[in-house]
């Protein structure tokens, strides 16, 4: 997992170096717990395993993730996105 333009991206957010002062350490632990706590870290893992697992590598890695998840397929979140903040802005 790399950071791209700054910004952190995958699990890189837990690595925690050296020079990170206490106030981001602990944020980022708090982060990791609730993380742990809430069984998030325990279902990527597993949908991680699942993708390797995989005889074949599917095209399209992030509708598998999806679809592992449980996901609706063919759903514009985008455009659900769009729409809910229109309606609440009428």
Do not use: C, W
């Not at 791209?4 to 890189?12: D, E, F, K, V």
């Amino acid at each position: 997992f790399s950071s791209h333009s700054g910004r952190a991206t995958g699990l890189s957010i837990f690595k925690m170096s050296n020079n990170n002062n206490n106030s981001d350490y602990s944020k980022k632990e708090e982060f990791r717990k609730y993380l742990e706590q809430t069984g998030v870290l325990d279902a990527l893992t597993k949908v991680l395993v699942g993708l390797y697992e995989e005889p074949e590598r599917p095209q399209q890695a992030v509708d598998y993730i999806k679809r592992y998840i449980g996901a609706p397929a063919n759903v514009d979140v985008e455009g659900l996105k769009r729409e809910n903040a229109q309606l609440k802005s009428e």
